[in-house]
Structures are given as structure tokens and as C-alpha cells.
């Protein structure tokens, strides 16, 4: 894999998780990113700008020294678990569920700070954490679907915000990007286990994907009997 370009496993990841699939409306300044409409009138967006976009988010996540005066929010239940996953893989520090308003300018507020750069999970369900970094004039990032407004943000990462599986990949693949320009490290090793791992799972998913694991050991366990009974 050449210098920060995505491997045929990272676009198949970014496809299979839905990363591309947007709404069924567009915002004007999000039409850029649209690479085409399905028949069910649902945007396609363009993995390649998805990515370039990835990459500007990473250099400047890379450009702030204390990594810890980054911060990551996702106000959606189903966005925390990939919010605190990458903070813990970049050192960023994570704000999950409501924000308070004032966090980031009221310093009679306990633990009140104002961020160097924020990364928003969803432009629109975090929009008032991001109104409130355009107050103390913090840069932001944000993921972006195609019917959310871009006001406020100076990054935007055309991207599937709406899935948990998207947002999981999203911020995992961001993560490698970043600790790729840093250390070296490579972006896409263990690339299923690592989105997996970002993945918010509620607990009928978890029962589901349990009960198909013993399904599928029954198999196996059958398949080897059988072969053993063969004499193979």
C-alpha cells in the first residue's frame, strides 16, 4: 500500500460497513461529495473525497501537540462506544452524551476547558457543541451526511453518521490514519476486529451474533465429525 492512499481493504471495510450511503435529501454544499443516486433515491458518496478528507482531518488532528486538549463528541448513545475507543487509540479527550452548554466558555463551570480542535461525530445531532466552538473560534471536524448543514465546520468527512457500524468504521479507519502519519504504524492490520471493536452493539444484536457463533461451531464440530467418520 503506497503513502497515504487506501488499500483494497480499507475501501471494501469503508463499503461493506455502508460508510458511502447517504440520505435521501442533500444539502447544497454537501452535493460536492455525492458521486451518484440509487434508484431508491439514496446518495452515493465518493469513498475517494470520503478519504482525502480523512487524510486533512488526520494532519490536522496531528498538527496540535497535546493531544488531550483534542475533543471527541458523540451525543448518540450508539456513537460513545466509537467516541472512547478512539480517544483511547489518539489520546484525545472524549465527551459522550449531553453537553452541557457553556462546557467550552463558562469557566464557572466545573472542568470547564476550551478545546483546541473538536471532532464531532454527527453534525447534526452535535450541533450545539459545535455552535459553541464557533463562539471561542475552536477549528472542527465533523462527519458529514449529505443532508447535514456544514455551518460551523471547517472539516467536513463526507460519511454515513447515522450507522453504527458506519461511525464505528469511520472512526477506527480515522485512527489508523492518524497513528499511521505518526508512528508508522499500518493502516489496515486486524482491520475487521479493530472496526468490531469500535461497533456499538445494543444487547439483541449481541444475543444474535452469539446464537450465530454456536451455530456456526455446531457446523464445524459436524463437519469434523464427518471427516473423522470418513477416515479423512
Given at each position: 500500500?503506497?503513502?497515504?492512499?487506501?488499500?483494497?481493504?480499507?475501501?471494501?471495510?469503508?463499503?461493506?460497513?455502508?460508510?458511502?450511503l447517504g440520505g435521501n435529501t442533500s444539502?447544497?454544499?454537501?452535493?460536492?461529495?455525492?458521486?451518484?443516486?440509487?434508484?431508491?433515491?439514496?446518495?452515493?458518496?465518493?469513498?475517494?473525497?470520503?478519504?482525502?478528507?480523512?487524510?486533512?482531518?488526520?494532519?490536522?488532528?496531528?498538527?496540535?501537540?497535546?493531544?488531550?486538549?483534542?475533543?471527541?463528541?458523540?451525543?448518540?448513545?450508539?456513537?460513545?462506544?466509537?467516541?472512547?475507543?478512539?480517544?483511547?487509540?489518539?489520546?484525545?479527550?472524549?465527551?459522550?452524551?449531553?453537553?452541557?452548554?457553556?462546557?467550552?466558555?463558562?469557566?464557572?463551570?466545573?472542568?470547564?476547558?476550551?478545546?483546541?480542535?473538536?471532532?464531532?461525530?454527527?453534525?447534526?445531532?452535535?450541533?450545539?457543541?459545535?455552535?459553541?466552538?464557533?463562539?471561542?473560534?475552536?477549528?472542527?471536524?465533523?462527519?458529514?451526511?449529505?443532508?447535514?448543514?456544514?455551518?460551523?465546520?471547517?472539516?467536513?468527512?463526507?460519511?454515513?453518521?447515522?450507522?453504527?457500524?458506519?461511525?464505528?468504521?469511520?472512526?477506527?479507519?480515522?485512527?489508523?490514519?492518524?497513528?499511521?502519519?505518526?508512528?508508522?504504524?499500518?493502516?489496515?492490520?486486524?482491520?475487521?476486529?479493530?472496526?468490531?471493536?469500535?461497533?456499538?452493539?445494543?444487547?439483541?444484536?449481541?444475543?444474535?451474533?452469539?446464537?450465530?457463533?454456536?451455530?456456526?461451531?455446531?457446523?464445524?464440530?459436524?463437519?469434523?465429525?464427518?471427516?473423522?467418520?470418513?477416515?479423512?
Open positions: 500500500m503506497s503513502d497515504l492512499q487506501p488499500s483494497k481493504k480499507i475501501i471494501t471495510a469503508l463499503l461493506q460497513c455502508s460508510c458511502h444539502d447544497i454544499n454537501m452535493r460536492q461529495y455525492i458521486f451518484g443516486i440509487r434508484s431508491d433515491k439514496i446518495s452515493v458518496i465518493d469513498i475517494d473525497l470520503m478519504w482525502k478528507k480523512m487524510i486533512l482531518a488526520a494532519r490536522a488532528f496531528l498538527s496540535i501537540p497535546d493531544t488531550k486538549s483534542i475533543v471527541v463528541v458523540s451525543n448518540k448513545s450508539f456513537g460513545r462506544k466509537a467516541v472512547l475507543k478512539f480517544c483511547e487509540a489518539t489520546g484525545a479527550t472524549p465527551i459522550t452524551g449531553r453537553f452541557i452548554p457553556g462546557g467550552f466558555s463558562n469557566f464557572e463551570i466545573p472542568n470547564c476547558s476550551e478545546p483546541k480542535l473538536l471532532l464531532a461525530a454527527d453534525a447534526f445531532s452535535d450541533s450545539q457543541t459545535i455552535e459553541e466552538c464557533a463562539k471561542t473560534k475552536t477549528p472542527v471536524i465533523a462527519f458529514c451526511n449529505t443532508d447535514n448543514p456544514l455551518n460551523f465546520i471547517d472539516i467536513a468527512i463526507p460519511m454515513n453518521n447515522r450507522s453504527p457500524s458506519a461511525l464505528g468504521a469511520g472512526f477506527y479507519i480515522l485512527s489508523r490514519i492518524i497513528l499511521f502519519m505518526k508512528n508508522g504504524e499500518p493502516m489496515d492490520e486486524n482491520l475487521r476486529n479493530g472496526i468490531e471493536s469500535f461497533i456499538y452493539r445494543d444487547s439483541n444484536e449481541l444475543e444474535a451474533l452469539y446464537q450465530e457463533a454456536k451455530r456456526e461451531q455446531q457446523v464445524n464440530i459436524t463437519m469434523q465429525g464427518e471427516n473423522v467418520a470418513r477416515g479423512g
